[in-house]
């Protein structure tokens, strides 16, 4: 069920026995020379859908473009700084709980996020706690950046092993070929990317990574391993959250 | 040419001769008894796709959730605070103008972001001055609400006259049904739905408008309505900021 | 009655058989080569007090400084950025609905101004939601921008057809001429001032409109047709918005 | 010279040969049973004007809504919060530094405005050091609290003793009944008002002073005394800042 | 009782008979060739101790960087920017209301924050007014410049005459000395430093005082005038804000 | 070297040659019945002024208060909010990267403090952008968690085993104690402690774990592990962070 393709009615007849709800968050950033500058919305949205039909989940609208300072160095991306993502994912949640929705499960698709979303549900919790102690009605935040999921590491290494590296890495790469098998790209690709662990600003990033990949190499990807990668991650987020998603 | 199916070299080659994006921007919200909750973002989206086309232009990422306090009173809707919708539209304009962007077309699906993005224009411009005075680079920030154009103004009238009403209208219902004909929802509508022109807070509107609908008929629209009202708002689009989106 | 010029057990008196309150809002910036910096404040605050006479109705501070970034190329312009003027309007109307005023009618004059202002009142009534959900206290605000006005614009085009224009123009020249006849200013008017019917930045404007008239021929003005717009206004004013001054 | 009542090629010129600006700032408060709640704004309005004329300094718009918490238990009192007036303050001085003024000096009328004020100055200064380190243009803020001219103390002794209080004060109230004397107020006035000389919040202020005046007598005051305490507060900051306005 | 020192039980305990906190605050900014950087909050603290010591009362964490943005031009020092430290202070006192606390006596070394902790105080009261009105539990906040009590003013009078000066201060610099005796510095001092008795920006400061003091002499420090005016402070605030830590 | 007492030409010295500083972060909140409140930072701020030692390196001031929301059922537990804790980060580093610091390690003693510190530094890496660009000067910010180093995770395992648990450590007690041998608590400690491995709000953290702790048993503290903690922690730092802090 999702939730811009459902009327009211819909949803105040789901919230009579569902407090649950999946919110995809992802980026809009370089992937390197043959990935989607879209790779990181398109893959969490089509996971949260996948798990919302297996759990019959709500699934609500995307937060499309993410925290990607350091991809700023490379045309088209794109970024909200931490202080402004922090209060759209606030007023994602607080819109949400004063329907009486409790449970919000955000699947995030990009690393930059993870930190701004964590500051935000502190945020949340605490000007709830702030404004009405107590009385504060519950609210339940909860991310899985499916990327790290152990199901999907175990694929990745199974499938590409040192290739897969740590972005524009061709198991995201995979997905959105799965989503969108007419948006494959081809582009020459350095066989020796950018290696590096880490990096700070969006100079540093791309000096370390000239092409945008960290050492990755998204040749590997094919349509078929990114279905496999998207049921891979649905099956392991339905056990690992299927709980919460039914609020207990 | 959509960002998030483009690679980063394809951004970079494009701004060797284009400066303009087109930016979708709705709301998540009720639309009355038979209304998608997500039709101001499907239509934006929608038609901001068919000018791209039609002008050759990059369409970047939605804004799905809008300024829909005024709806707050029925589940499912989600509102960004002005405060954070104005900061989100100046980090969408100043990452893309980082990069060499220059003419911001927003194309709206939703009046009541129509004072957010206003005001967040002239927050870029000043934020700017500020910061940079004459030196600071050139941005050109635009609208279209594409529910005010006079050609779809025209197409409502001579389709449903009246019962075209103000808020979950046959002319959005319709492009949401072309959109997505596998979600046309049927429910019983009111004959007599709320009539009043005007409103105030959340609960206000929900007194005057008991089922979301501001005197319209969504039962009159079809799909093929939707493709009239998405063609003859791509065109009239074209016609009005054809010039901006090629730089002139 | 005029607030500052009462004392508090008169607003106490007051606030037992009335809850409405009237607050003008302007600008302070360029209007041509002849006309009054404070134009935009000086004719709010006189046909605010104007109303206020004729409807009984408490008259409240002016907000001398709005939002006008793009006359900021012109010396002694001042604005207040979007995010500001959203929290001055705030503080405004909580601070008097904590007294038991709920209906707030702003009277602006500067086109500037609009979208700030309705954006904060959507901030606060959304801000009220949040803190108390159904149990906040009831809060109307309203605006007029009597430029705008019909009976205004009738006389506009009445007495200077054409070349009324769209900034520093003859009719609120006028009506500050009406109101300040020692302040009437005389200089040499090029005779085909800027006609563009729009702009961007404050550097867009004064290249579009080099002595700031945006089409207009405030030569026209005598503090006679200053005193029939008031007038005007204040007539229209009091039929539109007299039932809500009155609590229905 | 008053910037509401100038054009902006009268700024421009003014602008040849000086660099200062006066701006009064006020509250919107409750004083006591006969005073005038705009009373701070009329009074340091008042001496403002008469200090740019004995200097021939422009004067600015007044911030008529300035930090009055405390006297929030009365009706008809408004507030902005610290952190909305600082924004203000800041919003005021860097408008006008773009176009050259350099040296802004407040008159305030309002002791509630202290901290606000002086924490907006550095607010503005640590911005500017941040945006422009070394290269930043000069700004020079500095404020004149009236009531606190020694002067003005030594005439509020003479004339009243210790009937002079801490706020409602006859010397002030003197000063808008001789800006207004049409508006005089008579009221019985308790002949013990609350002696406390000081308080915390606005709960606090009401019962220390449960007629809104902190010691005071404001019967003694005449519109006469009025025009002395103006004169004298008039006098002293022409000696004490009439560097200051000449850009030493 | 130090806060950092105790467990969440004792503070428990103190709280069934206790309601009162205080908290130091200072400044990490140049005190001259020989003054230590961390000297304003190295003397707050001390005092702070010394202050519970005497009175049994709860000392809770400092904020050892203050509003110091006219130290800016000297290597070392650190600011707050005003609209942050209201912040801070705010959440350190709504943190601390929330167990009960209900009195947070601040003493300050630095006279920098003394505007933004009183701006902070209006901060908080106002947003308790906002959020709960009537119903807001009760708050009282005091702070206390230990560097301008009347014994600690006669003592430097006494001690070092005119040579105290007002920056890098001979007693604040002789409190460091009795804290850390193993870190007197020695250095050159110009006999004539900076006498201005005001500055602006932090370039003015830097142009005025040239090695940082303000007209003082803090070779005529000792370990022993420190004691002295540590006691001396302690003494006096036990004398002026007892009752308040006391409840009364 | 520890800026607080250092003097501003010491620190000047120390630019000509070095350009790092290290930051200890910690936390002001609960440890349990036997744990010190204020843990976090005296663990942090012991093991940075360790690393200063061994690495000749600058120690600036602690941040004493940091994100602890879910602590607050506790009395003595104090929080900044997420928002705020960024602002204070980024005022930090700014005004130490102004004298020419370019390399900040922060040292972490609090888990809460994680996102914030993350999102703080891209927040700081973003403003530079867009008010420098390329221009910006560099800023490198790192964090050490010095609880999560492997060597210290080895340690606490060989001491504690699986009593060690995940708040109210044996290890961080250890450290304490090792500081503080004064401040060692007794107290009766449920030899079954919560053992949840998560938690959401301040309720739901109270109500996993009654008496604070997560799991540990921090009754096996001892000075002497402390001191071998902090070792152990200090010597991992510098073989980590060594090379960052001389400028590599």
């Known amino acids: 069920m999702l939730l811009h393709l459902s009327t009211w009615p819909e ?5 009579t026995h569902r407090r649950a709800i999946i919110l995809p968050i992802g980026s809009t950033e370089q992937h390197g020379p043959t990935g989607l500058i879209g790779t990181d919305i ?22 499309p473009v993410g925290m990607a300072h350091h991809h700023m160095g490379f045309p088209g991306s794109m970024t909200l700084r931490p202080s402004t993502l922090i209060q759209v994912v606030r007023d994602y949640v607080v819109s949400l709980t004063a329907h009486g929705f409790r449970d919000v499960l955000f699947i995030n698709g990009h690393g930059g996020n993870m930190s701004s979303l964590d500051a935000a549900f502190y945020e949340i919790y605490e000007q709830a706690r702030l404004a009405h102690g107590e009385a504060a009605p519950p609210v ?4 899985c950046h499916w990327f790290l999921l152990p199901a999907v590491v175990a694929l990745q290494r199974e499938l590409y092993g040192d290739r897969e590296g740590h972005h524009a890495t061709p198991s995201e790469v995979a997905v959105t070929q799965h989503v969108y098998p007419k948006s494959i790209k081809i582009a020459h690709l350095d066989p020796n990317p950018g290696q590096a662990d880490f990096f700070r600003d969006w100079r540093d990033f791309r000096d370390r990574f000239p092409d945008g990949r ?35």
């Open 11 to 15: 949803v105040e007849s789901y919230l």
């Open 214 to 248: 960290m050492g990755s190499d998204p040749s590997l990807a094919t349509p078929k391993d990114g279905e496999r990668f998207l049921h891979a991650a649905a099956a392991e987020i339905v056990a690992r959250h299927g709980d919460f998603l039914n609020g207990v």
């Open 140 to 143: 339940r935040c909860e991310v």
């Open 42 to 63: 398109i893959t969490a949205q089509a996971i949260a859908e996948e798990v919302g039909r297996r759990t019959d989940t709500l699934v609500g609208p995307g937060i």
